[in-house]
């Protein structure tokens, strides 16, 4: 019973796991904005965007893996390109909409460059989620989905004495 309820906390289902997404991403997408303007004071904005954009990935990976889909503390080299892969389509995404939405509009006001700018965020994030749920942390989440049958002695009317909600098979003596 223990083991099923440690289970159910580690893997999350999808609507809970998309809401510690947006809280986990949203978070570290605002200490980033923060940590980039702090170091643009003292390199140009580029190398200081690379860089937090780069810490941030990593930051962000081992707190979805812990937190938004239970797979751990640890995070593996490849979960860490897989998410960098990623992040850096959503971010492909958003620079995409962006040169669009200037070639066919002159000046846009700030707006709508806003209105934009978060719309290809937002579906680059819900992309960015799937790709994360089902296939960066998938093999955790079949891992866990399922809980493994416990086996006890049966009773003499060839019932196994069961907690609700667990999966008991009743073994014959």
């Not at 860490?80 to 939405?101: D, E, F, I």
């Not at 749920?133 to 093999?139: D, I």
């Given at each position: 019973?223990?083991a099923a309820q440690r289970q159910q906390q580690v893997a999350p289902g999808a609507l809970n796991a998309f809401a510690r997404f947006v809280l986990c991403?949203?978070g570290v997408g605002l200490a980033s904005s923060f940590a980039v303007v702090a170091l643009a004071s003292w390199m140009p904005w580029v190398l200081a965007?690379?860089?937090?954009?780069?810490?941030?990935?990593?930051?962000?990976?081992?707190?979805?893996?812990?937190?938004?889909?239970?797979?751990?503390?640890?995070?593996?080299?490849?979960?860490?390109?897989?998410?960098?892969?990623?992040?850096?389509?959503?971010?492909?995404?958003?620079?995409?909409?962006?040169?669009?939405?200037?070639?066919?509009?002159?000046?846009?006001?700030?707006?709508?460059?806003?209105?934009?700018?978060?719309?290809?965020?937002?579906?680059?994030?819900?992309?960015?989620?799937?790709?994360?749920?089902?296939?960066?942390?998938?093999?955790?989440?079949?891992?866990?989905?399922?809980?493994?049958?416990?086996?006890?002695?049966?009773?003499?009317?060839?019932?196994?004495?069961?907690?609700?909600?667990?999966?008991?098979?009743?073994?014959?003596?």
């Open positions: 019973m223990a991403g949203g965007n690379a860089l937090v954009t780069a810490a941030s990935t990593l930051v962000a990976t081992v707190l979805h893996a812990r937190f938004t889909f239970g797979a751990g503390r640890h995070v593996t080299l490849r979960q860490h390109a897989q998410s960098a892969g990623s992040a850096a389509a959503a971010y492909a995404v958003t620079c995409v909409a962006m040169c669009v939405l200037h070639q066919l509009v002159v000046a846009p006001s700030a707006l709508v460059e806003q209105v934009v700018y978060l719309s290809a965020s937002a579906l680059a994030g819900v992309a960015r989620f799937a790709v994360l749920r089902f296939v960066v942390f998938a093999r955790h989440l079949s891992r866990t989905a399922t809980p493994s049958p416990t086996v006890v002695p049966c009773s003499p009317m060839g019932r196994a004495s069961q907690a609700a909600g667990s999966a008991v098979l009743c073994r014959t003596a």
